[in-house]
């Protein structure tokens, strides 16, 4: 009894059937055979059913019709033929299935068994499955069995890394909750954590972390560093709050400019007289107590933005905080010195008596800029990391 496997569900199945001649007893095959031959019977049968007729049919060889028979190649292969299944044979769920040709003159009754394809390691060899040998789109839903990819049936390492092609997993290749929990062993979760989010290494990351924390616990920001670096990123403004001078500034807020955090405008009025500050600042005349207050407000706020960019490769961090009453009376003078010649430069009156005086003043504000930048002046105030000299003595304003 000859065994065929095939898979279940498969369609147009065509087996080759060896028919023995019972005149002869060296075992040659039976010739002259056709689908019609008086008394040629064929029936199948499933375990837990009866014998179904299979009614033979004239077909060609390799187009299959079911229930055709044919011959090979009587002259040169005698005794076998072409059987073509009925698709019911087969149908999904099938496990065996036996098939009976019978009934002509001096033949041998012959049966075959159908059985349910099924493949272990013994019957496949090394480099069997290919990319060649598998059509695009063929590895579908219908085609897998629920469960059918198990544990038992996947040895160690099979899905090693040079099996699968860069990119063949994508995210249109899995469904929705394909692989849950349930799906993943613990030892697979293991597998796929190696060289991620590892125990291991998230106990690096949190040495790390630690250290960090470590670091910014031990800064002292004073209230106005932090004032002045939070305006910087918001734009907003933030009112009456102690600069480092220690007196009160009224931070000053236009269209999301930046705010003041050096001077006010008693720091112009000492250097240039309180009257020349509001003649200066009221432009047109106008109303001295709208005007002039937006203008001083104006010329402050470029004053210490032209001061931050001198000095923003110095060697201080910005904005600069310190306690020694001399230092704060040098960066004082200076953003209110460059205050007050904004103003009276921007008047937009001609030259006179005075404009040297003022252009004079500019320039030594700027030259005591250039004597911060290159040490000849030293403040007392927090230095940045690249201006730190091992060895060199650091007095902190705290």
């Known amino acids: 009894m000859e065994t065929y496997h095939i898979r279940a569900g498969q369609t147009d199945v065509c087996i080759d059937v060896f028919i023995g001649d019972t005149r002869l007893q060296d075992g040659s095959g039976l010739t002259g055979l056709v689908y019609d031959t008086s008394g040629l019977a064929c029936y199948y049968h499933k375990p837990g059913g009866s014998a179904t007729v299979i009614s033979l049919v004239t077909t060609s060889l390799g187009s299959h019709t079911e229930g055709g028979f044919i011959v090979i190649d009587g002259t040169n292969i005698p005794g076998l033929y072409e059987l073509q299944i009925p698709d019911a044979c087969i149908a999904s769920g099938f496990k065996r299935c036996y098939v009976s040709l019978r009934g002509a003159a001096n033949m041998a009754e012959t049966t075959i068994v159908l059985v349910e394809a099924s493949v272990n390691a013994a019957e496949m060899i090394d480099g069997l499955i290919t990319a060649a040998k598998i059509a695009s789109d063929t590895i579908t839903e219908d085609k897998i069995a629920t469960g059918a990819i198990s544990t038992s049936k996947l040895a160690a390492n099979?899905?090693?890394?040079?099996?699968?092609?860069?990119?063949?997993?994508?995210?249109?290749?899995?469904?929705?909750?394909?692989?849950?929990?349930?799906?993943?062993?613990?030892?697979?979760?293991?597998?796929?954590?190696?060289?991620?989010?590892?125990?291991?290494?998230?106990?690096?990351?949190?040495?790390?972390?630690?250290?960090?924390?470590?670091?910014?616990?031990?800064?002292?920001?004073?209230?106005?560093?932090?004032?002045?670096?939070?305006?910087?990123?918001?734009?907003?403004?933030?009112?009456?709050?102690?600069?480092?001078?220690?007196?009160?500034?009224?931070?000053?807020?236009?269209?999301?400019?930046?705010?003041?955090?050096?001077?006010?405008?008693?720091?112009?009025?000492?250097?240039?007289?309180?009257?020349?500050?509001?003649?200066?600042?009221?432009?047109?005349?106008?109303?001295?107590?709208?005007?002039?207050?937006?203008?001083?407000?104006?010329?402050?706020?470029?004053?210490?933005?032209?001061?931050?960019?001198?000095?923003?490769?110095?060697p201080y961090k910005l904005p600069i905080s310190t306690t020694s009453t001399e230092d704060n009376e040098i960066i004082i003078h200076i953003i209110a010195t460059f205050a007050g010649c904004w103003l009276y430069s921007n008047r937009g009156l001609e030259a006179d008596e005075a404009?040297?005086?003022?252009?004079?003043?500019?320039?030594?504000?700027?030259?005591?800029?250039?004597?911060?930048?290159?040490?000849?002046?030293?403040?007392?105030?927090t230095q940045t990391a690249s201006s730190v000299h091992p060895g060199a003595p650091l007095c902190v304003g705290v």
């Open 355 to 381: 404009t040297d005086r003022i252009e004079k003043l500019t320039k030594a504000a700027d030259d005591r800029i250039d004597r911060l930048l290159n040490g000849e002046i030293k403040l007392m105030a």
């Open 158 to 314: 099979t899905l090693a890394s040079g099996k699968i092609a860069d990119g063949a997993i994508t995210s249109a290749k899995i469904a929705s909750n394909a692989i849950a929990s349930d799906q993943l062993a613990a030892s697979a979760v293991a597998e796929i954590q190696v060289g991620l989010a590892t125990a291991a290494a998230l106990a690096i990351v949190d040495t790390i972390v630690d250290a960090i924390k470590a670091k910014t616990d031990g800064l002292n920001f004073t209230s106005t560093e932090v004032d002045a670096n939070v305006k910087a990123v918001t734009g907003t403004a933030v009112a009456d709050v102690t600069d480092f001078h220690g007196s009160v500034v009224s931070y000053v807020q236009t269209s999301g400019a930046a705010t003041t955090v050096y001077i006010a405008r008693s720091h112009l009025e000492a250097i240039f007289g309180v009257d020349n500050i509001a003649e200066w600042a009221n432009l047109e005349n106008a109303d001295p107590a709208v005007e002039g207050d937006d203008r001083i407000a104006s010329a402050i706020l470029w004053a210490e933005a032209w001061f931050t960019g001198r000095m923003r490769d110095g």
